[in-house]
């Protein structure tokens, strides 16, 4: 099974703080989505291993040479939970 990223009010662009939508004008929480939904554009700027929850651990796949800037297709994101 595949793990995305929701479409929902949390991962929107138009979410201001304190969870409300700046198109709607409504608290919101990730139980929503509309037909206005953007994905934020930052939640994939930072992939590398610096950001990966294997970076110098043992499960890192490539302990040799893994190094900032680099990625691999092992790379999973430091607050991940599975």
């Not at 939508?21 to 409504?26: D, K, P, Y």
């Not at 953007?38 to 610096?50: F, G, I, S, T």
């Not at 190094?67 to 994101?77: E, I, K, N």
């Amino acid at each position: 099974m595949s793990i995305r990223l929701a479409n929902n009010c949390i991962n929107c662009d138009h979410i201001m703080e304190g969870s409300v939508c700046e198109v709607h004008g409504v608290k919101v929480s990730h139980s929503y989505t509309c037909d206005s939904f953007e994905m934020k554009a930052a939640l994939k700027d930072d992939r590398n291993c610096v950001t990966c929850v294997r970076y110098e651990t043992s499960d890192c796949a490539n302990p040799q040479k893994a190094a900032p800037g680099m990625l691999c297709s092992h790379w999973a994101p430091q607050n991940a939970h599975a």
